[in-house]
């Protein structure tokens, strides 16, 4: 049995990583979660108490993020500002939690002596053309493009940094976009289904032909387990399930498979610098460590998604007004 600790247990793709340690293994989990408005402590429900404690606090917080490393076997760092949205309208709090979160998190490590696993994402490569048969390696230059995936790919090398210099434990990993449940509504997919749920016709960013390499999160938390467990320190694995897909084809299968005309939807004003396609090729992860997916048919993955976020409408609705008020302003 280990002890882990989990920042951003309360966020999307961390409570998902929560449920699947809880339900995988013997480990005991303690997550630190600010809980800003992406963080909900109503991701973490039903989880037996003998196996998760919840700590309220920030990332930034030395004192803190000390004294929880100091009684943790290993940590898996998820906390962050996510959104890119967010971060073309205010990128400062991307800076704070993304950066310097970061960066407080490394030096606990380094003085506690502790095993760190940093959970990245594949926009620290830039974007690909449409066309071009290469996909992002553990090799690929970084060359981000929004505050957000800058603040990212800062993170990485900070983490980099600190295996180098100080021979910190640490692993990184850069993951293509994630689908599942408990994901907050500003998302692409969340924001579709509940505006069908809302009968408010989706929106798609300009044409819809930008590509997103989709796996489902529970995906993601086995690949995050097999690098903790086998991972060589100092490396980087790239996590992804081969799920390309434009956001076009996306909304049209959403509408399709909840009974709607496909053409039942808007194209709204475009995010700007949006990147064009991500792609992954998680080779090294598979054949080095052996890992696999379990979701192979992204339709399916999709349609489990759509069911959860309908019988979960309590978990969704409080956010729901105000994220599409956000939008609205933008005219998104
Ligand atoms: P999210 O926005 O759903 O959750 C983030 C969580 O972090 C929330 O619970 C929030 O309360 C918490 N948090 C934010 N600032 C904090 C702070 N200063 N101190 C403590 N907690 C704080 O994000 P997500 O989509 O679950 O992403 C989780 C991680 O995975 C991020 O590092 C992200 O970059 C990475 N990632 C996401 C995706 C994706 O598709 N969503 C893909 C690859 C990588
Ligand atoms: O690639 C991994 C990244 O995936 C993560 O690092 C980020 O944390 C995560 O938010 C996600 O970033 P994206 O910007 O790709 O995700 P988002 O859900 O915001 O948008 C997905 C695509 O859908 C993108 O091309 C923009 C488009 N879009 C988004 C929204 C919210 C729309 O067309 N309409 C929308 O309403």
């Known amino acids: 049995m280990s002890r882990l ?60 993020v000390s004294s929880l490393f100091s009684k943790a076997d290993a940590v898996v760092h998820y906390a962050a500002e996510s959104h890119n949205d967010n971060s073309l309208d205010d990128p400062r709090p ?73 021979g910190v434990r640490a692993t990184i990993s850069n993951c293509s976009n994630n689908y599942g449940p408990y994901q907050h509504v500003e998302k692409f997919i969340p924001r579709q289904i509940t505006n069908v749920i809302r009968g408010i016709r989706p929106k798609l960013y300009g044409a819809g032909e930008n590509v997103r390499d989709w796996i489902h999160a529970d995906d993601h938390s086995s690949a995050v387990l097999t690098i903790l467990d086998k991972g060589v320190n100092g490396e980087t694995y790239l996590i992804g399930a081969d799920g390309e897909k434009n956001n076009k084809d996306v909304v049209e299968l959403i509408l399709s498979i909840m009974g709607q005309p496909s053409d039942a939807y808007d194209h709204v004003t475009d995010r700007a610098g949006h990147d064009l396609r991500y792609a992954i090729d998680s080779t090294k992860l598979r054949t080095e460590l052996g890992w696999a997916p379990s979701y192979g048919d992204f339709e399916s993955g999709l349609a489990a998604t759509i069911e959860w976020y309908q019988a979960h409408e309590d978990w969704w609705a409080p956010a729901k007004d105000a994220t599409e008020a956000f939008y609205a302003g933008k005219g998104q």
Not at 28 to 56: C, K, M, Q, W
Not at 122 to 144: A, K, M
């Open 5 to 64: 600790l989990v920042t951003g247990g309360a966020g999307f793709i961390g409570s998902n990583f929560v449920h699947h340690v809880v339900t995988n293994t013997d480990d005991h989990v303690t997550v630190l979660d600010a809980l800003t408005y992406a963080g909900n402590r109503a991701s973490l429900a039903g989880i037996p108490e003998n196996r998760v404690s919840f700590v309220h606090g920030d990332v930034t917080d030395a004192a803190l």
């Open 94 to 166: 991307f800076l704070d939690t993304n950066i310097v979160g970061t960066f407080t998190l490394l030096e606990a490590a380094r003085i506690h002596g502790t095993r760190f696993h940093h959970i990245s994402t594949d926009e620290v490569y830039g974007d690909l053309e449409l066309d071009d048969p290469q996909r992002f390696t553990e090799s690929t230059p970084y060359n981000p493009s929004s505050p957000y995936s800058s603040t990212k790919a800062g993170s990485d090398l900070l983490v980099r940094a600190w295996v180098r210099s100080f």
